[in-house]
């Protein structure tokens, strides 16, 4: 089983500022397949990334992925109001396995 | 327009039965695999359990195997997930998730559509 841990658990930063997040395997994620998620509250989960780098229909190019093999990267170029969320990646092709989890603020 | 709709969550007591559905339109229900995710009150998300298009591919988390048991009726465009021997830590707002693929020899894509949960709480 992979195990994916998320970092930091919680980025607190301004509208305008750039947000890196990490995630890192517990083993290799053969194929990139590993996705970002984005969680408001009282909504459910909405995919932003699949393939470590491909941006799914509708979000916006702040997003980006990168990595590969363990480690990975979620960055947001420049926070929007609307950006201050949870944010989860997925290990998907085998058993799909979630990260903990890493809440962007406001500051 | 893709929907997946929740239903048949509730209160239920340590040890009983509970059954939940998604109810799922907008798109060929029997081309993709089905999964049911859930997330406790103020916690992550979890992955519990997915089914194939043909339902010859079905995996389980761990920690529900031999508990919960994943079906779909691609006639009723509707998603299962019957839940026996049910803990306190259960307890969580169970997603219907649509994957990208058909989930042939288990392999799972990504999950592009989620529906809005049905709350299940597990309590004497």
């Known amino acids: 089983e992979i195990v994916l841990t998320q970092s930091p658990g919680t980025l607190s930063l301004s509208p305008g500022e750039r947000a890196t997040l990490s995630c890192r395997a517990s083993?290799?994620?053969?194929?990139?397949?590993l996705a970002w998620y984005q969680q408001k509250p009282g909504q459910a989960p909405r995919l932003l990334i699949y393939g470590a780098s491909s941006r799914a229909t509708g979000i916006p190019d702040r997003f980006s992925g990168s990595g590969s093999g363990t480690d990975f990267t979620l960055t947001i170029s420049r926070l929007e109001p609307e950006d201050f969320a949870v944010y989860y990646c997925?290990?998907?092709?085998?058993?799909?396995?979630f990260g903990g989890g890493t809440k962007v603020e406001i500051k | 327009e893709v929907q997946l709709v929740e239903s048949g969550g509730g209160l239920v007591q340590p040890g009983r039965s509970l059954r939940l559905s998604c109810a799922a339109s907008g798109f060929t229900f029997d081309d993709y695999a089905m999964h049911w995710v859930r997330q406790a009150p103020g916690k992550g998300l979890e992955w519990v359990s997915g089914?194939?298009?043909?339902?010859?591919?079905?995996g389980y988390a761990d920690s529900v195997k031999g508990r919960f048991t994943i079906s779909r009726d691609n006639a009723k465009n509707s998603l299962y997930l019957q839940m026996n021997s049910l803990r306190a830590e259960d307890t969580a707002l169970y997603y219907c998730a649509k994957d990208l693929g058909y989930g042939g020899n288990e392999v799972w894509e990504y999950f592009d559509y989620w529906g809005q949960g049905t709350l299940v709480t597990v309590s004497s």
């Open positions: 997925q290990q998907y092709g085998s058993s799909p396995g």
């Open positions: 083993q290799s994620v053969s194929s990139s397949y």
């Open positions: 089914i194939s298009w043909n339902s010859g591919s079905i």
